[in-house]
């Protein structure tokens, strides 16, 4: 099959299977690394953001993709999932935010490979900003709050990137843009417990997101106030506050219950090995193995506001 009807054919497939793509050339890779070397150039980023957050981009091109012609982009639509633990005899409620879903991921890259290889083109997974490549690829928009949103999806997807030797058909590379709804808008603004959402700038003040700090150990800063946390782990205040979310905002599905012993268990950050297998299984299926470390004490957080410790 010609290139360009199989990027369309592509294109097609993730829509049939409920995602959204788009794909550009290859070149924008050094468009998406200036855009972000210009940023911290002008000493806009936290200094424990760029050591923990920037250093995890790959802007090099795959071993694995020798003639590496385009770069995809999906987005695959998550709700929020309400998980339940259990302390001494009551239910602690908890929300995991859109987005922790990886297992999306892996659905994407297969799809694309079922079209790719039979045509013997090849795709690779790749960490670089997708938030950005979403936008200049015309797939997104951003909102003020610095998350993308997609007509009829809202902002509750979780994107991800591949690197691709498929020639690129037409290049739809975009100025940045973000949602007219923002013009007249700072409801996230205002909402945001960390303010971290600046009147001073559109780049989020990252060191100030509740999300930067209970994705990782160990303390929170003096300047957190552990009852604004919400969720498991990360935040929903800018995303549910956000009227562009109107018809999505309230999309939560139910996830697993924690015993009493399993939540115990949790709350005192026990390693993977010594957890009993159900709850390896259960957290496993959440995606939330990774952050086994700091569960228990967001789950403290969330205990303490409750009256539940
Ligand atoms: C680092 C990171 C974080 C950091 C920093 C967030 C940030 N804004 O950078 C922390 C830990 C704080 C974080 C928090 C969250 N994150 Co996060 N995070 C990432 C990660 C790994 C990289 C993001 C990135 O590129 N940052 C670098 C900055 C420079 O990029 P940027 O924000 O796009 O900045 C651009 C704009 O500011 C723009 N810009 C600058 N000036 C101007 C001016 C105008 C007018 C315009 C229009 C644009 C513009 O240019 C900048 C780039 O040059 C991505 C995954 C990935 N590989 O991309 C997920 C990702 C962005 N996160 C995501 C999510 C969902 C979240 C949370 C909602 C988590 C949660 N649910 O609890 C919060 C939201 C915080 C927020 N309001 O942005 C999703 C977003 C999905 C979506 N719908 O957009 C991603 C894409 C994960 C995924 N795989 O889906 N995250
Ligand atoms: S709350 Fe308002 S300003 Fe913030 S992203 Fe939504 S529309 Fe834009
Ligand atoms: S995720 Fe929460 S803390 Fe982070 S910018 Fe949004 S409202 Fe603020």
Not at 177 to 199: E, H, R, V
Not at 201 to 211: D, G, K, P, S, V
Request: aromatic share 8%.
């Amino acid at each position: 099959m010609e290139a360009t009807n199989l990027a369309t054919k592509l294109i097609s497939a993730l829509e049939q299977n409920g995602y959204r793509g788009k794909i550009v050339s290859v070149e924008h890779l050094g468009n998406l690394k200036n855009d972000i070397d210009t940023l911290h150039r002008q000493g806009l980023f936290d200094a424990e953001f760029v050591a923990e957050e920037l250093s995890g981009f790959d802007f090099t091109l795959p071993d694995g993709i020798p003639r590496a012609k385009s770069l995809i982009i999906a987005a695959a639509p998550q709700p929020q999932v309400r998980v339940t633990f259990t302390l001494e005899d009551k239910e602690l409620p908890c929300i995991i935010p859109p987005t922790y879903r990886y297992a999306t991921d892996r659905k994407i890259e297969n799809l694309l490979r079922t079209h790719l290889e039979p045509a013997d083109f090849h795709v690779q997974m790749t960490m670089i900003p997708r938030k950005l490549l979403a936008v200049r690829s015309g797939l997104a928009q951003y909102g003020k709050n610095n998350i993308t949103y997609i007509e009829g999806l809202g902002s509750f997807f979780r994107l991800v990137t591949f690197v691709s030797d498929l020639p690129c058909p037409e290049d739809g590379w975009q100025e940045l843009g973000f949602l007219n709804d923002c013009t007249s808008c700072d409801i996230c603004t205002k909402a945001c417990p960390g303010g971290a959402i600046g009147a001073d700038r559109f780049l989020l003040h990252a060191e100030r997101c509740l999300t930067f700090h209970n994705e990782r150990p160990p303390e929170f800063p003096a300047w957190l106030n552990p009852s604004w946390h919400h969720c498991l782990v990360g935040c929903m205040v800018c995303q549910k506050v956000c009227p562009v979310n109107k018809n999505v905002r309230k999309w939560i599905v139910d996830g697993p219950t924690f015993s009493a012993q399993e939540t115990d268990f949790i709350m005192q950050t026990a390693g993977q090995d010594k957890l009993p297998r159900e709850t390896v299984q259960k957290l496993d299926q959440l995606d939330m193995i990774e952050y086994l470390g700091v569960l228990g004490r967001n789950l403290q957080a969330l205990a303490s506001k409750h009256g539940l410790d």
